[in-house]
């Protein structure tokens, strides 16, 4: 580097701390690793999401989180996608039926349903508003959920477990992601090439004894139906923007 341009680069770098702190004083800063906040239900995803072998229900994500490979913004389960089962389900447990029964409030069954209202669930994953992060983009090109949020099927309770930083993201996007490592961080090292590269299963679909099998099978088709028909990642490495106006416009 010449004198010269060393002392041009100057302004440059001072422009982009002053707008680092100007950035982080207006926005406020983004959720935190490790965070796990307490949730108005205890809702295990293990019992939900873990597959079968593993003593879970096997739910595909993109049952509950249905909008993750259509949007932006993910969302949380409608009350009515918890009660189609748990009209019926109503826990073994002592510790497990007073959960269901706070849903059941907020179902507002004993009124029909008249008052229901929604979980207030407590958000844990947040990037700062200047931010633009599109769910849709990274779960249609392939890359796992786990990848970005670690083992949730196996979390009794679900904490952040990336730090969700700027440097987390550029990492990705510069060196890129293959679809194998991300397969394997969804547990699906064992899953052919051919069948992750026509779409990602999320879950594994399953059924257990009794009444859910067939409600299982009918929601794991259907859930499978909507991902294959959205998602056609390759199976070669992804590459993608990472000039400062991908992500903050
Ligand atoms: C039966 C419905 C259901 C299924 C299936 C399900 N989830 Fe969830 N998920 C929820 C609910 C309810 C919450 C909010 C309560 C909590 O945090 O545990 C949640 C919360 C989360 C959060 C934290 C959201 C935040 O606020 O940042 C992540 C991440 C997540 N789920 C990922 C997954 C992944 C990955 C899978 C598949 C392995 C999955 N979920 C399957 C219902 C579900
Ligand atoms: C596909 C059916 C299905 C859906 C959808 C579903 N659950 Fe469950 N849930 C179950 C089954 C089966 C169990 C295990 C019950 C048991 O162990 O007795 C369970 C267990 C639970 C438990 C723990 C009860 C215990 O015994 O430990 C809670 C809390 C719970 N569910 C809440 C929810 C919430 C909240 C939603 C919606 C976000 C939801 N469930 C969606 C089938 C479902
Ligand atoms: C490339 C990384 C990445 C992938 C892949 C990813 N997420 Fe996220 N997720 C994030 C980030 C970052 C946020 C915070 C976004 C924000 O604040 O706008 C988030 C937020 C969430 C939330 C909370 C959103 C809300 O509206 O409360 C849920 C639930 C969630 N993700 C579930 C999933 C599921 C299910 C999948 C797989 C289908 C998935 N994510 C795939 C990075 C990822
Ligand atoms: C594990 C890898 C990975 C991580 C982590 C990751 N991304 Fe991505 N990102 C991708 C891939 C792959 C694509 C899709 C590229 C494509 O569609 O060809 C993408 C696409 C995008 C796009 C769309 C870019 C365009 O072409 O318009 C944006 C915006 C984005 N990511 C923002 C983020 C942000 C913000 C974070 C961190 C909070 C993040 N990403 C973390 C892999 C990742
Ligand atoms: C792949 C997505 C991505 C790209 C590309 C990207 N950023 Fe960021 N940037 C982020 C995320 C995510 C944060 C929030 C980090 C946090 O809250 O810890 C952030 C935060 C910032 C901040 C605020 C830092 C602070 O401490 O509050 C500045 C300033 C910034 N970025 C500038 C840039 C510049 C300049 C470029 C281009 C050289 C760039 N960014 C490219 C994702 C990205």
């Known amino acids: 580097m010449t004198q010269q341009r060393k002392w041009t680069a100057i ?7 002053i707008g680092a702190v100007v950035l982080s004083a207006y926005s406020g800063a983004s959720s935190s690793q490790g965070s796990a906040p307490d949730q108005p239900i205890a809702f295990p995803h293990p019992k939900h999401a873990a ?18 490979n259509r949007s932006a913004d993910v969302g949380m389960p409608a009350v009515n996608t918890c009660m189609g089962c748990h009209q019926s389900v109503m826990g073994t447990t002592a510790a497990g039926k007073a959960e269901i029964q706070k849903l ?7 009124n029909m349903g008249k008052n229901a209202r929604p979980v207030p669930w407590v958000r844990i994953h947040k990037v700062p508003e200047y931010v633009h992060f599109p769910h849709v983009r990274h779960v249609n090109a392939g890359v796992t959920c786990q990848t970005c949020h670690g083992q949730v099927q196996g979390m009794p309770k679900v904490y952040q477990a990336a730090s969700l930083n700027m440097g987390w993201c550029v990492n990705c996007h510069v060196n890129g ?15 052919t090439p051919a069948r992750y590269a026509g779409g990602v299963p999320y ?47």
């Open 177 to 191: 992601y293959d679809p194998k490592e991300g397969m394997k961080a969804a547990g699906y090292d064992t899953v």
């Open 11 to 17: 302004p440059g770098l001072l422009v982009l701390a």
């Open 51 to 68: 597959s079968v072998e593993k003593g879970g229900l096997g739910l595909n994500c993109l049952y509950c989180h249905n909008n993750a």
């Open 104 to 110: 059941w409030k907020y179902a507002d069954v004993a």
């Open 203 to 249: 879950g594994t679909a399953g059924s257990v004894a009794g009444i859910m099998t067939a409600q299982v099978s009918a929601i794991s088709r259907d859930t499978e139906a909507r991902v294959h028909s959205a998602a056609t990642p390759s199976s070669e490495r992804r590459r993608a923007r990472y000039d400062c106006a991908a992500c903050h416009y």
